[in-house]
C-alpha cells in the first residue's frame, strides 16, 4: 500500500522529488518558470511555523501584472481556511497554466530549523523565515522574471520588515500585510503551494533512523510500527492530542527523539529535561570535570581554599 504522500506525489506534487526518501535536508524546488511578459506579481506564505514536528515550508507563487483579473477567478485564498481537496486541486491549477503562473518553496528540515536555533549565536525563526522568503525572491529574479510586486504574509511588526526588503530590492514595490493571504488572491496561492507540500511530508514521513538502521541498535523495534514512531503524529501542532501522545510515548530516553522533532522547541525541551536521561557537558575542558571528579569523592575535603585555588596537591608541589 502506498503512503499519503506517495498517493499525493502520483496526483501531482512535484515538490517532493522522491517521497520514499526521509527529509534530511533543505531544499528549493521552482516550477517551470512561465514565459508571459512581465512584469510580475509575486505573494509570499508558510505552513508549519508553530509546530513541532515536521518541516517549515515557505511558498511563493508569481503571475503577470496583466493577468491579476484571471487570478481573482481561480479559487485561491487561505489555505487553512480549505479542505485538502480543495487545496491539491488548487495547487494543480497552479500548474496548469505554465505560460502565466508559476510557484517555489522552500523546505526547511526540523533539523536544520533545530541546529539554527541552537547553534551560538543562535538563527532564530524569524530570521531562518527571512532568509527563505529572500532566497526565493532571489531565485525567481534569477530565472528572469521582472518583479514589480511582492505580497508577504506579515512576520510580526510589518513596518521594519517590509522596510527591510525594499532596502534589499528597490526596484519591487513590497506590501508586507497580516492576513495577507486572505487579502491577496496571490498569498492565497503561495499558501496553498506551502501548505500542500508540508501535508504530503508530514502524512508521509519516512524516518531517516529507520532507514539509517539505527532502530534496532538506539531505539525499541517495538516503537516502530511500519514506519510510523509510535503512532499517528497528527499535525504536529503541540495542541493537538495525536501530537501530544507522540511526544509522549516516542521519547527514548537515552537518545531522546527521532530527526523528525524540533529539538528547540520547548515542548520538546522540557520533556527532555523531565523524563529523559541527564546528560554531562564537558565543554569547560577537562580541568572542570577533574574538579567535579575530586569533590564528588572527597579529595577536596579539609584542603584549605588557598591549595584548591592554586591547584596544591602536596607540599611536594611546592
Not at 496526483?11 to 512584469?39: C, K, N, Q, R
Not at 515536521?54 to 507563487?61: D, Q, T
Not at 485538502?84 to 505560460?99: K, M, W
Not at 531522546?256 to 575542558?285: C, M, N, Q
Amino acid at each position: 500500500m502506498s503512503s499519503p504522500a506517495e498517493d499525493a506525489q502520483s496526483v501531482g506534487i512535484p515538490s517532493i522529488a522522491d517521497p520514499s526518501v526521509p527529509l534530511v535536508d533543505s531544499y528549493t524546488y521552482h516550477s517551470p518558470t512561465p514565459s508571459a511578459a512581465g512584469p510580475y506579481i509575486l505573494g509570499v506564505d508558510e505552513a508549519g511555523r508553530g509546530p513541532v514536528l515536521g518541516p517549515l515550508v515557505y511558498g511563493v507563487a508569481y503571475c503577470p501584472v496583466a493577468y491579476k483579473e484571471d487570478l481573482e477567478k481561480l479559487g485561491f485564498a487561505d489555505s487553512k481556511t480549505l479542505t485538502a481537496q480543495i487545496r491539491s486541486s488548487l495547487l494543480e491549477t497552479l500548474g496548469s497554466d505554465p505560460a502565466n503562473l508559476g510557484w517555489s518553496v522552500r523546505v526547511l528540515s526540523p533539523k536544520a530549523i533545530s541546529a539554527g536555533m541552537l547553534r551560538r549565536p543562535p538563527c532564530n525563526l524569524n530570521q531562518q523565515s527571512q532568509d527563505a522568503t529572500v532566497l526565493l525572491i532571489r531565485e525567481v529574479l534569477a530565472r528572469g522574471l521582472q518583479l514589480s510586486e511582492v505580497y508577504v504574509d506579515a512576520l510580526g511588526k510589518t513596518g521594519p520588515y517590509e522596510a527591510y526588503l525594499s532596502a534589499l530590492f528597490p526596484d519591487i514595490s513590497f506590501t508586507v500585510a497580516a492576513k495577507a493571504d486572505q487579502k491577496y488572491k496571490i498569498v492565497g496561492a503561495a499558501s496553498v503551494a506551502a501548505k500542500v507540500t508540508r501535508d504530503a511530508w508530514i502524512e508521509g514521513w519516512v524516518y531517516e533512523e529507520r532507514c539509517a538502521g539505527l532502530t534496532s541498535k538506539y531505539f525499541a523495534p517495538e516503537k516502530v510500527d511500519q514506519g510510523k514512531w509510535v503512532e499517528e503524529m497528527g499535525s504536529g501542532y503541540p495542541s493537538d492530542p495525536k501530537t501530544q501522545a507522540w511526544i509522549k510515548q516516542s521519547l527514548e530516553p537515552t537518545f531522546g527523539y527521532p530527526s523528525l522533532a524540533r529539538f528547540s522547541w520547548a515542548t520538546i525541551k522540557v520533556v527532555l529535561e523531565k523524563d529523559a536521561h541527564p546528560v554531562f557537558r564537558t565543554d569547560d575542558g577537562q580541568a572542570s570535570l577533574m574538579k567535579a571528579f575530586e569533590s564528588a569523592t572527597g579529595r577536596d575535603k579539609d584542603r584549605c581554599a588557598v591549595t584548591k585555588d592554586l591547584g596544591l596537591r602536596s607540599v611536594g608541589t611546592l
